[in-house]
Each structure stands twice: as C-alpha cells, then as structure tokens.
C-alpha cells in the first residue's frame, strides 16, 4: 500500500527530538486514511469504520440486491461480462469487510476491556466476541446471562468462571452505549459479507459450476476476474492458469531461495492447502491442469449440472493419495535356478608359458621316441634300467645326456662281468665311452645356439662395452 | 501351512500336474494333513516354496482318497510322509544311503536340507542323470526299516 510506504517514511524523518512536529505529524496522517490503524485511539466508531458510508460499499450491496431479486424472478443472466465484473467486486469487497471487522472488533475490545478484561483471550472469533459482550453487557452476576446458543459449552463454563475473578468494574453508561453500537455493527457487517459470498457462490454455480466445483467459488470468482471472463480463463493455457494471482514479490536484494510455489489464487483452495508441503508443487500444478479443463467445459456450456467438475475433483484426490501412497512392501526374492555358469577359459602366450611348466617336456619327449633299427641306450645298460629314447643320439645336437645320468662306471663294469660279455674289457655302444672318457661335448656357439648375452659376453670379436677412463 | 500349498486328491490332477511341469522338478508329498510328521515336512516345504518358485513346484497328495491308492501302490509308499521327485514326467531317485532310492521317507531337519536336495536333483536332471547323491549329511536323513514282506 502507498500509504503504508509512506507512513515508513514519514516515521524514518520522524527521528528528531523535536516533538512538538511529532505530535503534528501524526494528526495529520490520523485525519487521511480510514484503514489507518493509529485510530484506535479515537473514540467515536465513526471514526473509525468508514467503510458502510462509502459509495462502493453502498452501489454494490445495490446491485447485489438487484441480482438476487433478478434471480428470484427467474431470469438468470448468465455469462454478461457485468456480471463476472460485479463478482468481483464482491470479492473484493467480501475482503474490506473482513479487515473492517477486525478493525471494530479492537474497537470493542478496548471498551470492553474495563469490564471484562480475560473475555479478549478466551473468545478469539471477532463475531463472537462481539455477540458476547451484547450479552453480557453491563451485567455483573454472569450466572444470569445465558450464553448458550453463542459459545461451545466448555467457553461457556470458562467464561462463566473466570467472570467470576475478573479485575473489571461496571462501564459508565455513554461507553456501554458506544461499545453495544460496534457490537451492532460487527454483526451487520459479517451478515453483509455472508451475503455477498452467498451470491457469489450462488452465481459460480450458474456461470461456472464445474470450476467451482474443483477449486471452490470464490477462488473460481477470482480467476474469472483476473482472465478477463470466463471465456478469457478457458482459453489460457494450463501453466499460466497455474500463476494467476501470484504477486511477485521479490523484492531487491532478497534472495530467491525462499520463493517456492508459483501458484497463485489457486493456493486458496482447500485442496492445495490440504496437500502436504512436499507435494504441493505437483498438486498445484495438477490444480491448474483440471481447472483449466473445467473451465473449458463452462465456457461452451458443456455440463450445467457440475459433475465433470465433481469427476475431476474426486480423479485430483485419487492422484494426490497415490503419491502420499509408501512403496510396496519388499517380498524376499526366490533362488536362482541352479545353472553353473562354465568357467572361462582364457588363451594367450602366458598362459601357454605357465602350462609349459606342467606339460610333458621336450626331453621327456625325446626319452619317450625311439629310433627305429637302433637299440636305445639305457641308464644300467643293456637293456635294463630307464631308456633313453632318442635323447642322445649321435644324430640330434640339442640335448645331451649328462654324465650324472650313466650309472657309476664300477657298477656297470660289474654287470658287464656277470651278464657276460665280448673279450674287450669295455662294452661296445655307440657311445663308446671309457673310465677316462668323459663326454664329448660339442660347441654350442659353432652350432649357432647360444643367443643374447650369452654370445656377446664371451664372444671373441666383441669388444668392450663399458670404456672407463682411470 | 498346508493351505498354501496345493492339496491333490484325483488321479486326473496328478497326471495333469506331472504332465505340466516343464524344466522344473516336481515335489509330490504324499502324506496326511493329520499325521504330527506330515505337519513338520508341510512347514518345511510351505516356507521354501518361494525361494525355489523358479525350479521347483510342491504339491500335496492326501493318501487317504480311492484314487491315489492306485499310485500309493505303484511306488511302494508304506511311510508317510514320503516325498516324490520327478523332472519333465521322469522319475527322479535319489541316493541318500536308505535302503529306498526312490523316495524321500519323513521330515526334513531344516529348510536348507530340501533345497539343497531340490537343486541338486535339478542339477542331476539337467546333466541328464537319472540318479542323484543327496547333499543332506547323513545325521539329518531320517533312518527307517524296511520289512520285506511276502516278497
């Protein structure tokens, strides 16, 4: 409100120690503004609740008149954009009464505070106060006032009660009179907006009944007003059906963290507002999708009677309770079929490498193979003992088999004598070999088998391969 | 417990059941819901058989019927509980050191005993084996005594 900025301002220039200006200046703003709430301290109601002597209030109780006297007649205009304006302005004016009340009711409340200090805190409803203090009035014996139909039993006893220990005195006669007149007014401005809210409602059924049937009349009245129609409304696009009425309020400076929901007259309704906050961001959004689709179906008069409005309301909850819904409980899961996945085999030169050590040798293989036409050689000799198969063989230059192999000569010289033997005191075998002999060992550089270092450590044309100067 | 599991009293559901299973080992209780050790081997199986939903089925045969007398006499079945394996309409034995390799004669100790026996009768099935060895150690196969009579 620019009055409310301004009277910020005024109270920032107001730091002076000059009081006299002070005192000035508040008169002054006193005698502008009826919703100024530095007027409590006037005594006159009039003062104070200007509203019922306004124009606006007066022309549109008027036609409220009017409507509802059409109404009755029978001939109900539907769909006249004077009408839809005519809403709301009820609306609007449904909402100065209620601040205006609120305004009566501290009026009554501080008149009534000489009597009855407590009743302020055990009645809170600003109507009821005020049909209480009518009731009471002046009397000091409580037990004689019948407070009944007014309050819920146990206020009744409460009130009763502590009337009993109250600190008030009796009220002169003039404030008595002033606070039974506000009381008076509070009740004929609460049946005034109770009015103009009947005639709202009973008009959303007429102009838009499955609209109202979803978000309720008076937020649908809202809607209406702020699209321009009804028309208007049912042309938008959900999204922006979903912002309507939202007032942005960010302010310079202040952080965007906080501004939740962009939902606007739609955070009203009773559905939103009983969603839980986690959710409300969906049901908001779900809100606008389905009112849009009602209010499409007003706009071209598709179902006078509501009930696509009650179907989509009923379809919102439903959805709304699935998402409250916990998840499945968890059931234990049955065995794997018993299948033995088969291993993997691998391949590669290591491997290969790694198997070698396992595998059947070369010289194994070679013991294992015999030549043909020659007898092999064997460990004892002769036949006897661990064959030799081609290992050894004068033909094959790879292995040799070591003298640690052949039998200790003594032994072999004494099976030669007991197996029997030729005249010459050796045994003849293709390798010939003797006491003294050893064995003959063939060069492996000649046979091109030594290879890397090997050959070029000992080799006789390498040359040095580290110089070092001493 | 029994009530979860299926209760077979005709000799057409027997067959039909057998017949149907396909690649899953088929248990046959054949038994009564009264007998104290039919009600322990029923617990047994009604809370494995979903762990072995995948593999196996269970099914109940009360032996007290006319119809099944006709199969209480073809495989010999004189204890109750005994328990019947088969795979793909085929008889499965299994060797558990009891003198009958037929079948499985009492109640299971635990849970675990009857799935393994279930799988590694699946696993014998599935090789192509006729004759499984039971994986149950022998402390927990119940003993009986079989009389040879008029044989």
Same mark, same amino acid.
């Given at each position: 409100?620019?009055?409310?900025?301004?009277?910020?301002y005024?109270d920032?220039?107001?730091?002076?120690?000059n009081e006299?200006?002070?005192?000035?200046?508040t008169?002054e703003e006193d005698?502008?503004d009826m919703?100024?709430?530095?007027t409590l301290?006037?005594?006159?109601?009039?003062r104070?609740s200007?509203?019922?002597e306004t124009?606006?209030?007066a022309d549109i109780?008027?036609?409220?008149e009017k409507a509802?006297?059409?109404?009755s007649?029978?001939?109900?205009?539907m769909?006249t954009v +004077?009408?839809?304006?005519?809403?709301?302005d009820?609306?609007q004016?449904?909402?100065?009464i209620?601040?205006?009340?609120v305004?009566v009711?501290?009026?009554?409340?501080d008149k009534?505070?000489l009597?009855?200090?407590?009743l302020?805190?055990?009645v809170h409803d600003?109507?009821?106060?005020a049909?209480v203090?009518? &009731?009471?009035a002046?009397?000091?014996?409580?037990?004689? *006032?019948?407070?009944e139909?007014l309050l819920?039993?146990?206020?009744?006893?409460?009130?009763?009660v502590t009337?009993l220990?109250?600190?008030g005195?009796?009220?002169?006669?003039?404030?008595?009179?002033k606070?039974?007149?506000?009381?008076?007014?509070?009740i004929v401005?609460?049946?005034? $907006?109770k009015k103009?809210?009947?005639?709202?409602?009973?008009?959303?059924?007429?102009?838009a009944?499955?609209?109202?049937?979803?978000?309720?009349?008076?937020?649908?009245?809202?809607?209406?007003g702020t699209?321009? @129609?009804l028309?208007?409304?049912?042309?938008?696009?959900a999204?922006?059906?979903?912002?309507l009425g939202h007032?942005r309020?960010n302010r310079?400076?202040f952080?965007?963290?906080?501004?939740q929901?962009?939902?606007?007259y739609?955070e009203?309704?009773?559905?939103?507002q009983s969603t839980?906050p986690?959710?409300?961001?969906r049901?908001?959004?779900l809100l606008?999708?389905?009112s849009?689709l009602?209010?499409? *179906?007003d706009?071209?008069r598709g179902d006078?009677?509501?009930t696509?409005?009650k179907?989509?309301?009923e379809e919102?909850?439903?959805n709304i309770?699935k998402?409250q819904e916990?998840?499945?409980?968890r059931?234990?899961k049955p065995l794997?079929?018993?299948y033995?996945?088969?291993?993997?085999?691998?391949g590669g030169?290591?491997l290969?490498?790694m198997?070698?050590r396992?595998q059947?040798t070369?010289?194994r &293989?070679?013991?294992n $193979?015999m030549?043909?036409?020659?007898p092999e050689?064997?460990? +004892?000799g002769?036949?006897?003992g661990?064959?030799?198969g081609m290992l050894?063989?004068?033909?094959?230059?790879?292995?040799?088999?070591s003298?640690?192999l052949?039998?200790?000569a003594k032994v072999?010289k004494?099976?030669?004598?007991?197996g029997?033997s030729t005249?010459?005191?050796l045994?003849?075998?293709?390798l010939?070999f003797?006491?003294?002999?050893g064995i003959?060992?063939c060069?492996?550089q000649?046979?091109g088998l030594?290879?890397?270092?090997q050959?070029?450590?000992?080799s006789?044309? @390498?040359?040095?391969?580290?110089?070092?100067?001493i | 417990?029994s009530?979860l599991?299926?209760t077979l009293?005709k000799?057409?559901?027997?067959d039909?059941? #057998?017949?149907d299973?396909?690649d899953?080992v088929? =248990?046959?209780?054949f038994?009564?819901?009264?007998?104290?050790?039919? +009600?322990?081997?029923?617990?047994?199986?009604? &809370?494995?058989?979903?762990?072995?939903?995948?593999?196996? /089925?269970?099914?109940l045969?009360?032996v007290?019927?006319e119809?099944?007398?006709?199969y =209480?006499k073809?495989f010999?079945?004189?204890l109750f509980?005994?328990? #019947?394996?088969?795979f793909?309409?085929h !008889?499965? /034995?299994?060797d558990?050191g009891?003198?009958? !390799?037929?079948?499985?004669?009492g109640?299971?100790?635990?849970?675990q005993d009857? #799935?393994d026996v279930?799988?590694?009768?699946?696993?014998?099935?599935m090789?192509?084996?006729?004759?499984v060895?039971?994986p149950?150690?022998p402390e927990?196969?119940p003993?009986?005594?079989l009389?040879?009579?008029?044989?």
């Amino acid at each position: 409100m620019a009055t409310l900025e301004d009277s910020f301002y005024a109270d920032l220039d107001e730091l002076s120690d000059n009081e006299a200006e002070l005192d000035a200046r508040t008169e002054e703003e006193d005698n502008i503004d009826m919703e100024d709430l530095e007027t409590l301290n006037l005594d006159d109601l009039s003062r104070v609740s200007k509203l019922q002597e306004t124009h606006r209030y007066a022309d549109i109780m008027h036609k409220l008149e009017k409507a509802l006297g059409k109404d009755s007649d029978g001939g109900a205009e539907m769909g006249t954009v +004077l009408e839809d304006k005519l809403i709301v302005d009820c609306n609007q004016l449904s909402a100065d009464i209620e601040n205006e009340i609120v305004i009566v009711h501290n009026f009554i409340r501080d008149k009534y505070r000489l009597k009855y200090p407590e009743l302020e805190s055990l009645v809170h409803d600003p109507i009821d106060y005020a049909r209480v203090v009518k &009731k009471i009035a002046n009397e000091t014996d409580i037990t004689l *006032v019948d407070m009944e139909g007014l309050l819920q039993p146990a206020t009744v006893i409460a009130v009763s009660v502590t009337a009993l220990t109250t600190k008030g005195k009796p009220l002169p006669d003039s404030i008595l009179r002033k606070t039974l007149d506000a009381c008076d007014h509070a009740i004929v401005l609460d049946s005034a $907006r109770k009015k103009v809210l009947e005639f709202v409602e009973s008009k959303m059924g007429s102009i838009a009944p499955n609209l109202a049937a979803i978000v309720g009349s008076a937020v649908a009245a809202k809607l209406m007003g702020t699209a321009g @129609g009804l028309s208007a409304l049912a042309n938008m696009p959900a999204c922006n059906v979903l912002v309507l009425g939202h007032n942005r309020k960010n302010r310079v400076g202040f952080s965007t963290a906080m501004s939740q929901s962009r939902a606007g007259y739609l955070e009203q309704t009773e559905i939103f507002q009983s969603t839980p906050p986690e959710l409300r961001m969906r049901a908001s959004r779900l809100l606008a999708s389905k009112s849009t689709l009602a209010a499409r *179906v007003d706009a071209t008069r598709g179902d006078p009677s509501g009930t696509n409005g009650k179907a989509l309301r009923e379809e919102i909850r439903k959805n709304i309770d699935k998402w409250q819904e916990p998840p499945p409980a968890r059931q234990p899961k049955p065995l794997h079929v018993p299948y033995s996945v088969p291993k993997k085999r691998r391949g590669g030169r290591r491997l290969r490498k790694m198997k070698e050590r396992y595998q059947v040798t070369d010289m194994r &293989k070679l013991a294992n $193979r015999m030549a043909f036409g020659t007898p092999e050689e064997s460990s +004892l000799g002769d036949g006897l003992g661990i064959g030799y198969g081609m290992l050894g063989q004068a033909g094959s230059n790879r292995l040799r088999v070591s003298s640690k192999l052949k039998v200790n000569a003594k032994v072999a010289k004494k099976r030669q004598f007991t197996g029997g033997s030729t005249t010459s005191g050796l045994m003849t075998s293709s390798l010939a070999f003797t006491l003294v002999q050893g064995i003959e060992l063939c060069n492996p550089q000649a046979l091109g088998l030594v290879s890397g270092i090997q050959s070029t450590y000992f080799s006789e044309s @390498g040359t040095f391969s580290k110089l070092k100067k001493i | 417990m029994s009530y979860l599991l299926k209760t077979l009293t005709k000799k057409e559901e027997i067959d039909r059941i #057998i017949r149907d299973t396909i690649d899953e080992v088929l =248990v046959l209780r054949f038994g009564r819901c009264s007998d104290d050790v039919c +009600l322990q081997h029923d617990e047994i199986l009604a &809370k494995s058989v979903r762990d072995v939903s995948k593999f196996a /089925k269970v099914a109940l045969v009360d032996v007290d019927s006319e119809e099944v007398q006709v199969y =209480v006499k073809y495989f010999d079945i004189t204890l109750f509980p005994s328990t #019947i394996f088969f795979f793909n309409a085929h !008889h499965m /034995k299994l060797d558990s050191g009891t003198a009958d !390799h037929t079948k499985w004669v009492g109640a299971f100790h635990i849970k675990q005993d009857f #799935i393994d026996v279930v799988e590694a009768i699946y696993r014998g099935a599935m090789k192509g084996k006729l004759i499984v060895q039971c994986p149950v150690p022998p402390e927990r196969i119940p003993k009986y005594q079989l009389l040879y009579k008029d044989v």
